[in-house]
């Protein structure tokens, strides 16, 4: 391949990547066929982000993305068990690579789908092992992605004058988002898709920007008498700003006389319609990002308790997101295909309750059966129970062992039966 045939040791490609890889940012093509805004400008991630929703939409999905850990579990036909010892659990939730930790290159690999459509993982393999032991993830718009004889191939942009052609998914991961309209090979982003209102939004928010900076229409106008002069009007202009300008004057009344008057400019119809505009255009992206509208709009009712926002956003609109970036892995035959590992993000790191609702639940499985004491306490980070003590030893140190019977529980009896039976047979055994 490209990088792995013009090197020897994983060193060697590890140096040669950061140099091919770095992070200048030359022209890119995407800046150069991409679509235009309604001022005939290229329509380009830099340029959508400085929309404060679009931000914030790409900060809130990658973060919350990066934030879930990704675990490996191996399939026992019954149930499933998370393995923390195999290299593809240490390479996505250890060591990524050099450049990068477990956070990053989740967040990076969100925004890369969010804001472009597509995402490109890198896999520098260990050429005895052929195990991925890097993987870095490549500037979408340094990447171009053809068609070779019904094969995936990718051309990887270094720099003005360097393209490495003929990579393939033996090298390169592909995640993509949406289909691009015309090609299932490439994605497009929702940016790429409502560009026409983009193109009204900063062109309304730079129109603002000139009006404000070239506006000379003041908050109020004084209006005197007809015989006053210029002395006498910079004299009522210089005392209407000692008496009511600044934060320690607001609010002051105003007494005047010789037949002055004051009248206040308010906002005009134009100005209204901006501010209507705005809100419906942070309506459009949040539809259109499949993000909710209350995130970005309070809503007039009274808002769900935060337990219910959390499963609502985590079922419909995060968890086709983090479905579609584990399928990409899971399919991958440098990762688990067609073996009984895979992997999925740990969305219970989302999904926090309230500490009463958490307690109560922890309770009802342990009084189920379905955990054990220690099992719950693993979960919250505590050091597993003591082993239990003989009567007599319970009596010599009260406050010591946990309660065994619930509050509000019937007595175990099986569970008190097998405590006698475990203290007769230590009691013969010191005996």
Request: proline share 8%.
């Amino acid at each position: 391949m490209i990088l792995e045939s013009r090197v020897g040791q994983p060193k060697v490609v590890e140096t040669r990547t950061q140099q091919l890889f770095g992070s200048s940012t030359p022209p890119t093509w995407a800046q150069l066929s991409g679509g235009l805004l309604g001022a005939g400008r290229v329509v380009s991630t830099t340029q959508a982000v400085t929309v404060p929703t679009i931000l914030g939409a790409l900060q809130f999905i990658s973060g919350t993305t990066a934030q879930l850990p990704m675990i490996v579990y191996e399939d026992l036909g019954d149930h499933k068990l998370p393995r923390y010892d195999l290299w593809q659990y240490r390479l996505m939730e250890t060591y990524p690579g050099p450049n990068t930790d477990p956070f990053q290159w989740k967040y990076d690999t969100a925004w890369c789908l969010e804001s472009e459509g597509n995402a490109f993982l890198l896999k520098i393999k260990d050429p005895k092992t052929l195990e991925v032991i890097e993987l870095i993830v490549l500037d979408p718009d340094r990447v171009m992605i053809r068609n070779e004889n019904g094969v995936k191939k990718f051309d990887v942009k270094v720099d003005n004058r360097t393209v490495f052609k003929g990579a393939t998914v033996n090298e390169i991961l592909h995640i993509k988002n949406l289909p691009k309209p015309g090609t299932m090979w490439t994605g497009t982003s929702p940016l790429k898709l409502i560009t026409a209102r983009l193109g009204a939004e900063i062109s309304a928010s730079e129109w603002e920007g000139r009006f404000f900076d070239n506006d000379a229409t003041p908050p109020i106008v004084i209006t005197l008498g007809e015989d006053a002069g210029a002395e006498e009007m910079r004299e009522a202009y210089e005392s209407w700003q000692v008496a009511h300008a600044g934060p320690y004057n607001a609010g002051k009344p105003a007494v005047l006389a010789g037949g002055a008057k004051v009248e206040k400019l308010g906002s005009s119809i134009h100005d209204a319609q901006l501010i209507d505009a705005h809100t419906f255009n942070v309506m459009d992206f949040s539809r259109a990002m499949n993000l909710p509208i209350t995130l970005f709009i309070p809503p007039h009712t009274k808002p769900q308790a935060a337990e219910d926002e959390a499963l609502l956003f985590a079922t419909f609109y995060l968890g086709p997101r983090l479905r579609r970036i584990e399928s990409a892995i899971n399919s991958d035959p440098d990762f688990f295909a067609y073996n009984e590992y895979w992997c999925k993000f740990d969305e219970r790191a989302m999904m926090r309750a309230n500490t009463t609702a958490m307690a109560l639940a922890n309770h009802s499985y342990v009084q189920d059966g379905v955990l054990l004491p220690d099992e719950v306490r693993a979960e919250l980070g505590y050091a597993p129970l003591p082993p239990l003590l003989t009567p007599e030893e319970a009596a010599q140190n009260p406050g010591k062992i946990p309660q065994i019977t619930p509050v509000g529980g019937a007595p175990n009896d099986i569970l008190a039966d097998q405590q006698l039976a475990d203290a007769v047979k230590k009691g013969d055994k010191e005996d």
